[in-house]
């Protein structure tokens, strides 16, 4: 499952269908829908109610949590988790995008059955995130990392939302070397990295320069923009 610049993309999440309509003439990329999104939610369906001996059951049994999307451009992994049972959730992103998520959110209200929430949460404005009253049992995001400058602010925003006993999950491609460099290295200071094999992503979803990685925080973590800058 490759880019496709089709405006509508479907995406069923068990008995639903969800219609992402994409913008790709945008200059802003949070109104195209990346396929990471959609490895990381396929993969999420695949093991979140599976019956067979299941790695993922505790991570994925999304009771009783409380959830955020970083960055989630047309909203399709913060629609798809809510529909897998992350009740309480929050979809964020920058200012020029959100009149494409919002959009999203009205056309697929019918088989969401609710309007979740959604406010702009840029990762380098600090009142914004304790606005937004965290701690989260689930910090998630898809396709983030591709500017340089941002990943030390994305990062400490992860650290500053989840709970210490939370998860990050990260729907992941290399789009910039520098970039992903650097998200690594610090990634490596606050949290423990597993990555889902290949073999455990949704076979009709998965691609090889897709990844999906789970973190968790390291005890006594620091945040990554409280040093070196
Ligand atoms: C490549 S798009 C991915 C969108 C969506 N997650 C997906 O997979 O379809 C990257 C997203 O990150 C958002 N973003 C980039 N820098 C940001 C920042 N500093 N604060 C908040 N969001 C940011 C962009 O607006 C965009 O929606």
Redesign the pocket.
């Known amino acids: 499952m490759k880019f496709t610049d089709s405006p509508v993309i479907e995406l069923r999440v068990r008995d639903k269908l969800l219609a992402l309509h994409q913008d790709n003439g945008s200059m802003?990329?949070?109104t195209?829908?990346?396929p990471?999104?959609l490895v990381l939610v396929k993969f999420a369906e695949r093991w979140a109610h599976s019956s067979d001996p299941n790695p993922y059951a505790a991570l994925l049994d999304f009771r009783n949590k409380r959830g955020i999307?970083?960055?989630?451009?047309?909203g399709?992994?913060g629609m798809g988790l809510f529909l897998l049972g992350l009740y309480d959730v929050v979809l964020?992103?920058?200012p020029?995008?959100m009149p494409a998520l919002k959009h999203n959110l009205k056309r697929n209200k019918p088989a969401l059955g609710k309007a979740l929430k959604n406010t702009v949460?840029?990762?380098?404005n600090p009142d914004q995130i304790k606005a937004l009253n965290p701690p989260f049992d689930v910090v998630f995001?898809?396709?983030?990392v591709?500017?340089e400058e941002?990943v030390r602010?994305?990062l400490s925003a992860m650290a500053t939302l989840v709970k210490p006993e939370g998860v990050v999950l990260l729907?992941y491609q290399v789009?910039s070397p520098e970039a992903d460099k650097l998200f690594w290295e610090l990634c490596d200071e606050a949290f423990h990295k597993e990555k889902v094999p290949h073999e455990h992503l949704h076979p009709d979803y998965a691609y090889e320069e897709a990844d999906v990685f789970i973190l968790r925080k390291k005890q006594n973590e620091t945040k990554p923009n409280e040093e070196n800058s």
């Open positions: 802003h990329v949070g195209s829908v990346w990471c999104s999307e970083l960055g989630t451009g047309c399709v992994a964020t992103d920058i020029p995008v949460l840029c990762w380098n995001a898809t396709d983030v591709y500017i941002s602010h994305l729907g789009r």
